[in-house]
């Protein structure tokens, strides 16, 4: 058996607010939208991961969803840009990331990562 692909699904009052806020800041494509579900997607093909963690790291709270980027302080000055609050600001982390948090308007909490290149 092989698993395709994993899906995060954000529970929302208002589909538009949610997508408008991926497809801002990560760039992302609308591929499906059926009104009551919209789908979002990049290019780009990644190995099916899930996170299971007790903690988020360094003291942080786990996030809700991690979302591995090319150039994480680009990412970080258009959140500032676009007005969206951090949580946990840049940070080189001991493990060997680069990252920051946000909150999406559903209220999730947002990990923003790179890997070093």
Do not use: C
């Not at 395709?4 to 591929?31: C, G, M, P, W």
């Not at 982390?93 to 308007?105: H, I, K």
Request: zero cysteines; aromatic letters at 8%; proline letters at 4%.
């Amino acid at each position: 058996m092989t698993v395709k692909r994993i899906v995060t699904n954000i529970a929302a009052q208002s589909v538009d607010e949610i997508r408008a806020f991926y497809a801002e800041l990560f760039d992302l494509t609308v591929v499906m939208d059926h009104g009551w579900i919209v789908t979002l997607a990049s290019d780009e093909f990644a190995q099916t991961q899930i996170g299971i963690a007790s903690e988020g790291g360094s003291g942080t709270a786990v996030p809700d969803i991690s979302v591995e980027v090319d150039d994480v302080d680009s990412v970080y000055a258009r959140a500032k840009r676009l007005g969206h609050p951090i949580e946990y600001d840049l940070i080189d982390e001991p493990w060997g990331v680069r990252r920051f948090y946000l909150r999406d308007p559903a209220g999730k909490l947002v990990n923003v990562l790179s890997h070093p290149r």
